[in-house]
């Protein structure tokens, strides 16, 4: 999996740049994010402007980082989300888990 990892005020923003998140490479994503976790890191952004698709193994990488920091007292944030991928996350009522904003500075705005 592509993953890029930037610092940008005081965030953590991991950027996907893969166009997909399944079975094949979900398992990466969720190891990054939990030794970020475990490394320290509270506040992260997960950027998912590249993704086209997600499947159930996918949303699961992503609780499952949720579930971490959540557990570290810290907050995990989701931004730049193709329609698409944005449905997935609805239909599976995942929105009202996450927080979800248009982009980096949204986020930033409301103190992920």
């Known amino acids: 999996m592509n993953l890029e990892l930037e610092k940008i005020n005081g965030y953590s923003v991991l950027t996907v740049q893969d166009e997909r998140i399944d079975a094949h490479n979900s398992g990466e994503l969720k190891e990054y994010?939990?030794?970020?976790?475990?490394g320290g890191e509270s506040r992260i952004i997960v950027r998912l402007g590249n993704v086209r698709f997600i499947d159930s193994s996918g949303l699961g990488a992503l609780l499952s980082g949720n579930k971490g920091v959540i557990a570290k007292s810290g907050k995990l944030?989701?931004?730049?989300?193709?329609?698409?991928?944005?449905?997935?996350?609805?239909?599976t009522r995942l929105n009202r888990v996450f927080e979800i904003y248009a982009d980096l500075d949204e986020a930033f705005n409301n103190e992920v």
């Open 33 to 38: 994010l939990l030794q970020m976790i475990e």
């Open 77 to 91: 944030a989701l931004t730049n989300i193709q329609k698409q991928v944005l449905s997935m996350f609805e239909l």
